[in-house]
């Protein structure tokens, strides 16, 4: 069984579509986050939310929306797609909110091109 | 601010020979260190990390990595590689109270030939 799995594993759009990555885990963890790795591997983080509160939410144009319904699952929206949103995004998972203690589990990634 | 900056964006070696992969980090508070791997089509997984105690930490898959206060680095090494460790690795730092904000450098391409 996957741990965290998002999808859709590969996402084509036209620029200014709105478009949904959805997110699940079933570790059982209180956090989740996602991540952006641009086109020269850099991975930036986005947002997490702990028990369904967003707890970091960087500075991300407000295009992009994190919806936790519940812990096990993190979507993430954008509206208005851009070429600058072509990215690959990870969701990620943790037990808590502390690094400590906790490793972070990632999905595969959604792999996202705006044309 | 922290950050992170890793020399490397590729390190070709042959099969069983030693590799080090370099990072050095940026921060004006006490850090948390982490490497991750990343595997073709696959997320990242953690190799290891430094919380504090021993400078050398040791992970999976045969890996160690030691913690150097005063050069601000983390270095990744193995002894002997396999084509097997053919991947991404990723540094990343974070501090005390910064939850799991990890902040990644750029990544290594690690590329184990025959």
């Known amino acids: 069984d996957t741990a965290v799995s998002q999808t859709p594993k590969y996402l084509v759009t036209q620029m200014g579509n709105d478009k949904s990555i959805k997110c699940e885990q079933n570790?059982?963890?209180?956090?989740m986050y996602w991540y952006k790795q641009d086109s020269k591997k850099f991975l930036k983080i986005m947002f997490s939310?702990?028990?369904?509160?967003?707890?970091i939410n960087e500075t991300v144009p407000n295009r992009f929306s994190p919806k936790s319904p519940d812990k096990a699952h993190l979507n993430l929206h954008i509206n208005s797609l851009e070429l600058g949103d072509s990215a690959v995004y990870f969701c990620?998972?943790?037990?808590?909110?502390?690094?400590?203690?906790?490793?972070?589990?990632f999905g595969s990634g959604t792999q996202l091109s705006v044309l | 601010a922290q950050s992170v900056t890793q020399l490397d964006s590729q390190v070709p070696v042959f099969e069983e020979a030693p590799v080090e992969l370099r990072c050095n980090y940026s921060?004006?508070?006490?850090?948390?260190l982490f490497w991750y791997v990343q595997y073709p089509n696959q997320g990242l997984q953690l190799l290891l990390k430094?919380?504090?105690?021993?400078?050398l930490v040791k992970g999976i898959n045969g890996f160690e990595a030691e913690f150097n206060k005063s050069q601000t680095s983390f270095h990744l090494r193995k002894p002997s590689v396999h084509i097997s460790d053919t991947a991404e690795y990723f540094c990343?730092?974070?501090?005390?109270?910064?939850?799991?904000?990890?902040?990644f450098g750029a990544g290594t391409r690690l590329a184990v030939h025959p």
């Open positions: 570790l059982g963890h209180d956090t």
């Open positions: 990343a730092v974070t501090f005390a109270g910064g939850y799991n904000k990890l902040i």
């Open positions: 430094y919380l504090s105690g021993s400078t």
């Open positions: 921060s004006s508070v006490s850090v948390y």
């Open positions: 939310y702990n028990n369904k509160e967003l707890i």
């Open positions: 990620a998972s943790s037990q808590g909110r502390g690094v400590t203690n906790e490793k972070l589990f």
